[in-house]
């Protein structure tokens, strides 16, 4: 059993940290976010020319440094604690891991790693909830073309993208994990409908409608209806390194609480001389501590067998959604007034909390597809004789 | 003993009923069902307050021989289950909930005349100016000078997170006339015209993005004398027994009925995590049922703690544990719409609410688009705000300290 990090890793860690510490300023973030760009493109240059993080986890043949999954939690973790709004889980971990498991989308990796190519997945769908595999959006062959129809929703990074991943059905039913076929298109697209939008945690989405939208056969990436087996895998890797963002978030959260109730003075002491006030934070740091071991649960198991994989991701989610949620109230609770303002960091990095505590299923979500994939104990499985 | 309303009680209600019906226009619903806090549209309050000043009913806890009703405790609170019921955007509390009775038991008749009429009529509005960047939950540590000179008192210094400031013509506030020995001398409750020369209003950026909270900046802002509500340096009197009304009241039970009934109508027409409806999700519906049933429990405590003021008995800590319960209910159901609104609960929409201010940088979209539907735009917004029920009036650390002295003996 080892948690040390590689001396690369270390690096990896410390540059960014250096960086985002240097060069990236959270009201800066924030007016980029609110402008119609919503970012700041030089950002992303940077992390791929100076920073080499958006090839950190992909293979060397399309460029990037092939790292794994602890190099994607170490670079998620850093940009959680800096509450960067560009999407490097989306655009690299989901899309990226999609990506790399289909043949010939070579070239578009190249591009993820040179940052020339950000990829906006569209999974969920008007009447999918947060379940990816419920897609009703439908693709049929029409000559050699496709033919999509159907809508997308709440697609993250479409301002940015340069690429949209979408998952639509071409067999079975609804729910059904099999008959998903993977389509990798260019944004622009003739007779896509796109509605965008701001998120509240200062990022874009968009709505998509796609009414029978033509598009040419090398669209389809992977095998047809075969989607499933590239995205559960890439799936439990965006959520792992989510967690690790998360833990990010909190980690800057914790700190900013307790730095202000040292600060904050009422009754004529420090607010945090308030015994009150002192177990509410030791509550936030016990909720930390169970998010940083839930980082490493969801990390190293990500190589297991897809099973006990996906339990160790849905525990972490599980635990970070309700951390996320206790650490980022009680954040506001104790900030008082100020807390409910943008004017301190702390506003930002609770609306991140909140979207992190529903991005990819909320608690109650995992806790099913824990509940389902633990197995039964023998009498409960024989039943009533 | 019984649960029970009485046939007088029922016949009441269908009056009310019945005037809800026939007077709520369809645009006023909107704005008390599309509300994002606690605060209504500041227009659409106004005008409903209008309606109600009409028929009488703007101010109903008043005395009845200043605009007041003679109704018994009960019909006051069918009275405001009902609108709440019927969608009815709130009225701000400040002036009639609040300032108003203040006036009323300490008031100089000229202070009555004038402004207990004008606050009936929506012409005057007040702001409340007790928080001050460095006197939040220590109120009594307020620093906000008011010095005499000739018929005024001259007034410097900052006051924070006053809601409505920007629409507000009369500000009610603590200042500080002298200092004393103890803290909670030396302050006096004033009434400032909010046009008077020196003061700046500086609008605050919420979470929600909307501005509804503001500071203000005083520089010898000179205020009369007779504007002094009770006796100078004795404000604290008036402040504590304004805050009565601040905290007690009203019954928050119905409100949070009809919030568990949102959820439930939310979480019917959304996916699960096992495809069929949320409301059907084991999960979710012990929770929701969990909250449905800390409401149930929540409404006999309050008309027990009622029937105890109806017979003329102070309600003593109750106002703490109805407050604590009552906003930490009222959070709990504002998580819950929010994970009915599924992804969709992740846009940012405020076009498609009724938030009670403007808000701050934010452009809708040229078409109007709307990502679902509208309560998912108002269930983050509802959310963040909903945040800030546990810190004013009090904060929620701090009503559990005044329980653990008043109620516990600790
Ligand atoms: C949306 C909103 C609207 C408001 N509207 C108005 C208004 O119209 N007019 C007005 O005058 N004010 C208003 N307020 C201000 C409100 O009353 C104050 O925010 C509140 O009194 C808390 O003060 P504070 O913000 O300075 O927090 P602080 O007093 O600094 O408190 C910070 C944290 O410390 C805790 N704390 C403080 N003392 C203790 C203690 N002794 N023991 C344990 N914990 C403690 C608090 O509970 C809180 O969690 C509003 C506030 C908000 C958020």
Redesign the pocket.
């Known amino acids: 059993m080892d948690f040390s990090l590689t001396a690369e890793q270390q690096l990896l860690r410390d540059s960014l940290a250096d960086w985002l510490a240097d060069r990236y300023d959270l009201a800066r973030s924030r007016e980029a976010a609110a402008s119609e760009a919503g970012w700041q493109p030089e950002v992303w240059r940077a992390f791929a020319d100076d920073l080499g993080i958006l090839g950190a986890t992909l293979p060397e043949e399309v460029g990037g440094s092939g790292g794994g999954p602890v190099e994607a939690m170490v670079i998620a973790e850093q940009l959680g604690r800096a509450l960067v709004v560009e999407p490097y889980v989306d655009t690299v971990v989901l899309g990226g891991g999609v990506l790399r498991r289909l043949p010939g989308a070579g070239d578009v990796l190249k591009g993820v790693v040179a940052g020339s190519v950000r990829i906006a997945p569209g999974l969920l769908e008007p009447t999918s909830g947060h379940t990816a595999h419920s897609v009703a959006t439908t693709a049929r062959r029409d000559g050699g073309d496709w033919v999509l129809t159907g809508a997308k929703a709440v697609v993250p990074g479409v301002p940015q993208a340069t690429h949209l991943l979408l998952t639509a059905r071409t067999s079975g039913e609804q729910r059904d994990l099999d008959g998903i076929s993977i389509f990798l298109l260019p944004v622009e697209l003739p007779g896509l409908q796109v509605h965008r939008y701001r998120t509240i945690d200062d990022r874009h989405a968009a709505d998509l409608v796609l009414d029978d939208v033509q598009v040419p056969a090398d669209a389809l990436l992977g095998e047809e209806g075969r989607g499933w087996t590239a995205l559960a895998p890439a799936l439990d890797e965006a959520l792992a390194a989510l967690t690790a963002e998360a833990v990010g978030c909190m980690r800057t959260v914790l700190a900013d609480t307790v730095a202000y109730?040292k600060e904050?003075r009422?009754?004529g002491q420090p607010?945090g001389s308030?015994q009150?006030?002192q177990h509410r934070m030791v509550d936030m740091h016990l909720e930390v501590e169970q998010s940083v071991a839930a980082m490493y649960l969801a990390t190293l198991r990500l190589g297991a067998e897809p099973a006990e994989r996906a339990r160790a991701t849905s525990a972490a989610k599980v635990t970070v959604s309700r951390a996320a949620r206790f650490v980022g109230q009680n954040a506001v609770?104790?900030?008082?007034?100020?807390g409910?303002t943008q004017e301190l960091a702390i506003g930002h990095y609770f609306k991140r909390l909140t979207a992190i505590e529903y991005e990819l299923g909320p608690a109650d979500h995992h806790r099913s597809r824990y509940a389902s994939l633990t197995p039964k104990p023998r009498s409960a499985e024989r039943g009533e004789d | 003993m019984d649960l029970e309303w009485s046939a007088a009680d029922l016949a009441f209600r269908d009056e009310v009923r019945a005037f809800l019906d026939e007077r709520l226009t369809p645009d006023l619903r909107r704005a008390g069902r599309l509300m994002t806090?606690v605060y209504a549209d500041h227009e659409a309050s106004m005008r409903w307050q209008a309606i109600l000043h009409e028929r009488g009913w703007a101010a109903p806890a008043w005395p009845v021989e200043y605009g007041g009703c003679d109704w018994t405790v009960t019909q006051h609170y069918l009275f405001s289950r009902e609108s709440i019921l019927a969608g009815a955007p709130p009225l701000s509390p400040?002036g009639i909930s609040m300032v108003a009775h203040v006036l009323i038991e300490f008031g100089t008749p000229e202070q009555k005349e004038f402004f207990l009429p004008r606050i009936l009529t929506g012409e005057v509005f007040f702001?409340?100016?007790?928080?001050e960047?460095e006197?939040?939950?220590?109120?009594a540590a307020l620093s906000m000078t008011a010095e005499a000179d000739g018929d005024d008192l001259v007034c410097t210094g900052s006051?924070?997170?006053?809601?409505?400031a920007g629409e507000a013509n009369w500000m009610f506030c603590l200042v500080r006339t002298s200092r004393a020995a103890k803290k909670q001398q030396g302050i006096t409750f004033l009434l400032i015209d909010m046009s008077s020369p020196g003061i700046e209003v500086r609008p605050l950026v919420?979470t929600s993005g909307e501005q509804?909270?503001n500071q203000e900046f005083f520089d010898h802002v000179r205020v009369p004398k007779a504007n002094v509500v009770g006796e100078i340096d004795d404000g604290w009197t008036v402040a504590k027994y304004l805050l009565e009304f601040e905290r007690g009241g009203s019954a928050a039970a119905p409100k949070l009925q009809i919030m568990a009934d949102e959820v439930a109508r939310a979480a019917a027409g959304q996916p699960g995590p096992d495809g069929r409806p949320l409301l059907e999700s084991p999960a979710f519906a012990a929770k929701l049922a969990d909250a449905r049933i800390r409401i149930d429990v929540l409404e006999v405590l309050e008309f027990r703690v009622l029937s105890a003021a109806a017979g003329g008995r102070n309600p003593g800590t109750a106002s703490s544990m109805l407050k604590i319960l009552g906003t930490e209910l009222s959070q709990t159901l504002t998580e819950l719409l929010l994970e009915a609104a599924g992804p969709r609960g992740r846009a940012y929409q405020p076009h498609a609410t009724r938030p009670g201010g403007p808000l701050a940088g934010f452009a809708p979209p040229a078409d109007g688009y709307v990502s679902g539907e509208e309560w998912q735009a108002v269930a983050p917004l509802r959310y963040f705000?909903d945040r800030?029920g546990t810190?004013?009036?009090?904060?929620?650390?701090?009503q559990?300290?005044i329980l653990a002295k008043a109620a516990l003996g600790l």
């Open positions: 109730s904050r009422q009754f607010i308030f009150a006030l609770q104790l900030h008082g007034g100020m409910m | 806090s400040m702001c409340q100016g007790y928080s960047p006197a939040g939950s220590d109120l006051k924070i997170w006053t809601t409505h919420m509804i909270q705000n800030a810190i004013y009036a009090g904060s929620n650390e701090i559990r300290n």
